[in-house]
């Protein structure tokens, strides 16, 4: 938004009748309103300030030109003061791996270390390989056994029902064990097909936001998700991430969980598809820049890419900060 001030001219005579300009700021003062003007692509809002001269017959306004529909459509917000916040999911929240992927990453880890002279890099890169063989190993006794041994202790499934999401959708069952300790879960996306199972990281610093998004029960933003994740996996992932469908409640989540096709740019238009919120009055939590549409950069916070099983250390120092 720009902003500048506007003040009336004095009349030229006493007996001259007011402008009506002043005639409108009598009444934006008395009605608590403000008054826009259309001006092509943008709009001019005009906020009636009272004068420290105290002229009669004199009008004084603090003005803000913005893109046209900006203020209508952050209406609702505005008067709740809870503006829209968009979140990405993998390696911003959540880190999930199937067997396949476990396997993957393993591999290309032990032809890197092939390769490496470096001690200290061997040293960092066989720990890496360590967390991941640790949890492969947790992954496959879920898949195998629908059980976990973990620290000399054993956690079995707990079947966690997830809602439709519409009256189209039917309920789902999901064998669940949540090792809290660890900040890991283990799902199933498709709870018929075991291969479909994953190990889910969240990050640690996402249960302090998830509290200041909600605290003293008053929403803070109105939440979204926009990933290049597959839709099923998504809206399990962010299940994991709000059990309780406090950030976005399950009527909404349907149209608030947006996923890209591989090879698209992210766009906060799509996001806010139904008018809901301006792109200009969002903010993006991302782990990368690039993948979003250029003009919606300037709102995407760039936040450390979260990397459990490279730096687990690193995230004692990571907080997801949007106050």
């Not at 009272?50 to 505005?78: D, E, I, Q």
């Not at 476990?102 to 200290?120: V, W």
């Not at 000399?152 to 079947?159: A, E, L, T, W």
């Amino acid at each position: 938004a720009r902003c500048l001030d506007m003040e009336s001219r004095p009349p030229k005579a006493a007996d001259e009748p007011p402008p009506p300009l002043v005639a409108m700021h009598a009444a934006c003062l008395r009605d608590n309103k403000t008054a826009v003007v259309p001006l092509g692509e943008e709009e001019l809002h005009l906020v009636a300030m009272t004068s420290g001269r105290n002229l009669t017959n004199h009008a004084c306004f603090w003005g803000y030109k913005v893109p046209f529909g900006l203020y209508n459509s952050c209406l609702t917000m505005l008067n709740l003061r809870c503006l829209g916040i968009v979140f990405d999911l993998d390696e911003t929240l959540i880190v999930a791996n199937t067997t396949r992927s476990f396997e993957d990453r393993i591999d290309s880890l032990q032809r890197k270390l092939s390769n490496e002279t470096d001690p200290q890099r061997m040293n960092g890169m066989l720990a890496e390989i360590k967390r991941y063989q640790d949890d492969r190993s947790i992954l496959k006794q879920y898949i195998e056994g629908d059980q976990v041994y973990d620290d000399g202790k054993m956690y079995k499934v707990q079947p966690e029902i997830v809602p439709p999401l519409s009256d189209n959708h039917q309920s789902l069952t999901r064998p669940v064990i949540r090792l809290q300790e660890k900040n890991i879960i283990l799902t199933r996306i498709n709870p018929l097909i075991r291969d479909t199972s994953v190990l889910v990281r969240l990050r640690p610093a996402w249960e302090d936001l998830r509290s200041y998004l909600i605290a003293r029960g008053r929403k803070r933003f109105e939440v979204y998700v926009c990933t290049m994740a597959e839709r099923d996996y998504a809206l399990e992932m962010w299940r994991l991430l709000d059990p309780d469908s406090r950030l976005i409640n399950s009527v909404q989540l349907s149209d608030r969980m947006v996923c890209v096709k591989s090879g698209l740019k992210k766009s906060l238009l799509n996001v806010f598809h139904d008018g809901s919120c301006h792109p200009g009055m969002a903010l993006v939590i991302d782990d990368r820049l690039k993948v979003w549409d250029e003009k919606d950069q300037s709102r995407v916070h760039v936040v450390p890419a979260f990397t459990p099983y490279y730096a687990p250390q690193a995230e004692v120092m990571v907080v997801l900060d949007v106050q």
